[in-house]
């Protein structure tokens, strides 16, 4: 009977990964480019951060070629953005079982994982195992 519930758990790990959705790179072609804002962040230890207000937000644009730009940029009430100027140039790349993003500015060089993406929520866990939860971000609309 023991050897039938470890069968069983077994299966169910193998399904429930089966099931996630791993970020491959015509998933990030396909979802990266646009606005996105973190809602959290999770540190190794499971403790959570949650990022109830943004002041600024996320512009990620992706070419055909695997190479893109990050910006953090500022929402505006009239529904625009403002941009920092400072882009952070990435690389698509394909390296332990994963997608990785290798960004490089002026200042420092480094990766992040992006652990699955889809049309409104994005995972993305950086070099020192802090984990990025995101979700679409939409412009700030105030009706007259």
Request: hydrophobic share 35%.
């Amino acid at each position: 009977m023991r050897s039938i519930k470890i069968i069983a758990s077994l299966l169910l790990v193998v399904v429930f990964q089966a099931c996630q959705s791993k970020a491959d790179v015509k998933s990030i072609q396909a979802h990266i480019n646009g606005y996105w804002e973190i809602e959290k962040a999770q540190l190794p230890d499971g403790t959570e951060k949650d990022y109830s207000i943004n002041t600024t937000i996320d512009y990620f644009e992706l070419k055909e070629d695997q190479t893109g730009v990050r910006y953090k940029v500022t929402p505006q009430f009239n529904g625009e953005f403002l941009t920092n100027d400072v882009p952070e140039t990435f690389v698509v790349k394909q390296k332990d079982n994963g997608i990785w993003l290798a960004y490089k500015t002026e200042f420092s060089t480094w990766e992040e994982q992006v652990l699955s993406v889809t049309e409104d929520k994005m995972v993305m866990e950086n070099e020192t195992k802090i984990k990025y939860f995101y979700k679409r971000a939409n412009p700030i609309q105030i009706k007259e």
